[in-house]
């Protein structure tokens, strides 16, 4: 049975909690916002953004999505952070920012 981690608490002993590195359905991530391990934020300037998806391609979450063929807003909930997709970007368009 596993921890239902919204209930843990200062007087949660560690034998009550569920043992780690165990997976207990198929599909979950979507249920837990990664987001917040984020020490540093993509910022797109639409301005410079042509469209070319190269960022959403490389994004390893899944975070960039697309919508009508064209790029979207960043996911911050699954966004971690990692900047591939302003390293990728042949335009320039996305600047990292320190902090969520």
Known sequence: MRTDISKIDEQTS??????????????????????EWRTRTPI??????R????CSMV?????IPLKDGERVEFDYDH???????????P???ITMKEGR
Do not use: N, R, Y
């Not at 797109?44 to 953004?49: A, K, P």
């Open 14 to 35: 560690h034998q009550d909690l569920t043992e780690g590195l165990m997976l207990f359905a198929g599909g979950t991530s979507k249920q837990f916002h990664t987001g």
């Open 59 to 63: 994004c390893p979450d899944s975070s």
């Open 79 to 89: 966004c971690k952070g990692c900047g591939i997709c302003a390293k990728a970007c």
């Open 51 to 54: 469209q070319c998806m190269v």
């Open 44 to 49: 797109l300037d639409q301005d410079l953004c």
């Open 91 to 93: 335009f320039d368009a």
